[in-house]
């Protein structure tokens, strides 16, 4: 039997010596569940247009979703902003995969919330396409500066996780400020559809709390934090942490494609 209910999971970047698919494996292999929803950036076909990293652990992944829906298991894929091409082929099926550009869910408790990646509600996407791909670029750098970190760290003996991103986004003023204009945006949108919430992903910011009276839910990210939310049985919704204590350090594409501040006063200059 199904362990959970759901699974949201986002931003796991296959393709991309980032993406910590051996965590993700472990976490899918705990956590059954009668549906899975993909919510954004599964594939990164932005990074993979420079250069492709696909290792035998994220063909693993590929294979033990389609498995999970070839055997009944409902699997939603929600395009993201780093696999957007796929949103030309929402509202059809692949591989027992459905693929659609937003999804309204109803919790085994009655809540109805919105499921959409998010880079909707990211004025710097939408319209400033060239920063969010600069940012892009700016994070492949910083994927291998926190590889040598995290060797430095081992060598001085210096034991449990430590995220670049995530001292990035607590330090620097506007990269938070991105964050809550983001969830704002998000919970505001979801309010206009008369719904209880939203689950989003997109910031690589795992959350979950209440914004004047709806839930903001955020998936997190399969690059930083290894986070996702599951739904139990009774329609409870949990964030889990998978193996936060020894993870690798990485950093992710979205905080330097929205909190670099140089590039963002240029644009709002």
């Known amino acids: 039997m199904p362990n959970v209910r759901s699974l ?9 010596r980032a993406c910590q698919a051996d965590r993700l494996l472990d976490f899918l292999r705990e ?7 993909l919510i954004g950036d599964i594939v990164d076909f932005w990074a993979m247009s420079r250069s492709i990293c696909w290792t ?6 590929v294979q033990k979703l389609l ?3 070839r055997h009944g298991e409902r699997v939603v894929f929600i395009p993201g902003n780093h696999d957007e091409v796929l949103r030309e082929y929402c509202g059809t099926v692949f591989g027992d995969i459905e693929v659609a550009d937003e999804v309204v869910h109803q919790t ?18 939408r319209h400033h396409r060239w920063v969010a791909v600069l940012g892009d670029k700016a994070y492949d750098l910083l994927v291998r500066i926190n590889h040598w ?10 034991a449990g996780y430590w995220s670049l991103a995530g001292f990035a986004k607590r330090k620097v003023k506007k990269a938070l400020n991105f964050i809550f204009d983001f969830e704002e945006s998000a919970v505001h ?13 997109h910031i690589h910011w795992a959350a979950m709390r209440e914004i004047d009276g709806l839930h903001y839910i955020n998936c997190g990210d399969w690059v930083d934090s290894c986070t996702a939310i599951v739904e139990h ?20 594409a979205e905080v330097f494609s929205h909190a670099t501040e140089a590039v963002k006063e240029t644009v709002e200059a």
Not at 56 to 61: I, R, S, Y
Not at 108 to 125: E, M, P
């Open 8 to 16: 949201f999971l986002s931003d796991i970047h296959l393709g991309t």
């Open 56 to 61: 035998p652990a994220q063909n693993t992944v």
């Open 233 to 252: 049985m009774d329609g409870r919704l949990e964030l889990v942490a998978w193996g936060a204590g020894d993870v690798m350090p990485r950093a992710p």
């Open 149 to 158: 970190l995290s060797w430095v760290r081992r060598k001085l003996g210096r």
């Open 108 to 125: 085994a408790d009655g809540k109805r919330y919105l499921l959409i990646h998010g880079d909707q509600f990211d004025q710097v996407t």
């Open 189 to 201: 949108h979801a309010r206009e559809r008369g719904l209880d919430g939203v689950i989003c992903g």
């Open 67 to 69: 498995r999970r829906a």
């Open 31 to 37: 956590y059954p569940a009668e549906q899975t929803f």
